[in-house]
């Protein structure tokens, strides 16, 4: 069964130690490797950039980790690189090939300049995230405490988005940003990594009523494996994963369901699901509720029909 993956931090890693290595089985130090990926069935993997903390706020970590996806990532002829709805549809027809897509995690290092926006989506970035956790120019993450909206510029910044075809991610905004975007964007927005709150007391996780609205307004969310957000208890299982798909599917979002690890993002992991080649154990789990139609859809065919359908042309 094929499978697509929303979000993972291997950019980040790389980053982090350039010697690092995603085309052999670097097993030690990568959760995300192109054999593990291959192992899995994967057919679609996002990249995140993601500048930690510690890292200057400028464009320079955010291009050198583009750099590094275009020569480290891209390298391999069994990846292919996903910028318009031509490429999924391109895709289709090869199997054995992984679909790459770009997406931003935390829009802090454009410093609200319209032109970085572009030259990012000339360089190939089709997805982004206002926030991280902090709050920044654009909108106030999830864990701000003073839990603001969107800024004036966060706002022109979605404009340029919707016009552009750049995907907006609603991981990781604070509540009040989450419904300022749900206001401003034009266009379906996703959640990449995010849970259900109701089942797993955390604020990254969706409320109900997000679910509902983001929904309603013809978005995807991404069932994310960070061990915090699935569950309370320690060691997190599958069948706790579980728990956030039936939510989700609960509120009618059986075709708007997809997966977003955040492998390679974390370093505590759901008990049997810490790397791509592990996901076997997820499917059959699924198989056993449902039908294997809806969880190919899971997997796969929601998460491909939406950048199909809202990619660039």
Known sequence: MRKADFHCDVLWKLLEDPTLSFIDDDRN????????????????QTFAVYVPERMDKTMVPILQSIDLFYRKVLVSPEVTFIRTAGDITALQLK?????????????????GDPAMLRMLYVLGVRAIG???NNANWAADGVLETR???LTKKGRAFVEECNRLGILLDMSHLSDRAFWDMMQASSRPVIASHSNSRSHCQHPRNLTDDQIKALLAAGGLIGVTFVPQFVSSRVPAGIADVLRHVER???????????????FDGIDHYVDGLSHPGELHRLQDALLARYSEEQVKSFFEKNAMGFLAMHLPR
């Open 130 to 132: 206002l926030t991280w």
């Open 95 to 111: 199997p054995g090939v992984i679909g790459a897509m770009l997406s931003l995690e935390g829009a802090d290092g454009l410093q």
């Open 248 to 262: 989700i599917c609960e509120f009618g979002g059986e075709q708007q369901l997809m997966f977003g690890s955040d």
């Open 147 to 149: 839990g603001g909206g």
């Open 29 to 44: 130090k990568l959760d995300v490797t192109l054999p593990r990926l291959k192992q899995a069935g994967a057919t679609f």
